[in-house]
T-cell receptor, first 115, second 116 residues
Framework: GQSLEQPSEVTAVEGAIVQINCTYQ??????LSWYQQHDGGAPTFLSY????GLEETGRFSSFLSRSDSYGYLLLQELQMKDSASYFC????????????????FGGGTRVLVKP | DSGVTQTPKHLITATGQRVTLRCSPR?????VYWYQQSLDQGLQFLIQ???????AKGNILERFSAQQFPDLHSELNLSSLELGDSALYFC???????????????FGSGTRLTVV
């Protein structure tokens, strides 16, 4: 089977740095994605790591270690608008056919940013 | 506007009833995915279609079914509804396999289903 583990909740103050860890166990692995979801909103794509290392996109960075089945999302210079749930998701091949891909999501980490 | 359109945005219905949720993918995307999100839960994969064909099934109940039409829009049919089916139902689309994975999935704004 497959599972993704991430903390359920993190609280931090404005301007701080938050790291959300994600460990995964899946059959087949293409890469690790991160999505942000505000309450009542749609998940929006943040980043994708297919290879080991750090990917930086503005205040957000994402890291992957394939050998450790581990990744993290780093949120820097936290702002109030960053209060949301963050999901890691493993992109893996479909079981039956080669074309396409499939995302399996973790349970999400709720980040609460305080003034 | 993400480019993925879901209708209706809200739906309230009684137990035992049947509803249809509709999704139009982003222009050019051939894959459509349906996800269920219950209160304070993660996204549970239900089913995927690619260019009209079913490609993968997740934890989808037998009471639920879906299809993708020639114009690529998709419908998720939920029947014999139970209280526990109350959730947000998201549709997402993605580009053809030849496009880079860095684009990720594009989600619609979801349909909030309340079964009373």
């Amino acid at each position: 089977g497959q599972s993704l583990e991430q903390p359920s909740e993190v609280t931090a103050v404005e301007g701080a740095i938050v790291q959300i860890n994600c460990t995964y166990q899946t059959s087949g692995f293409y890469g690790l994605s991160w999505y942000q979801q505000h309450d009542g909103g749609a998940p929006t794509f943040l980043s994708y790591n297919a290879l080991d290392g750090l990917e930086e996109t503005g205040r957000f960075s994402s890291f992957l270690s394939r050998s450790d089945s581990y990744g993290y999302l780093l949120l820097q210079e936290l702002q109030m608008k960053d209060s949301a749930s963050y999901f890691c998701a493993v992109r893996r091949p479909l079981e039956a056919k080669a074309a396409g891909n499939k995302l399996t999501f973790g349970g999400g980490t709720r980040v609460l940013v305080k003034p | 506007d993400s480019g993925v359109t879901q209708t209706p945005k809200h739906l309230i219905t009684a137990t035992g009833q049947r509803v249809t949720l509709r999704c139009s993918p982003r222009s050019g995307d051939l894959s459509v995915y349906w996800y269920q999100q219950s209160l304070d839960q993660g996204l549970q994969f239900l089913i995927q279609y690619y260019n009209g064909e079913e490609r993968a099934k997740g934890n989808i109940l037998e009471r639920f079914s879906a299809q993708q039409f020639p114009d690529l829009h998709s419908e998720l049919n939920l029947s014999s509804l139970e209280l526990g089916d109350s959730a947000l139902y998201f549709c997402a689309s993605s580009a053809h396999i030849t496009r880079g994975p860095k684009e990720g999935y594009t989600f619609g704004s979801g349909t909030r289903l309340t079964v009373v």
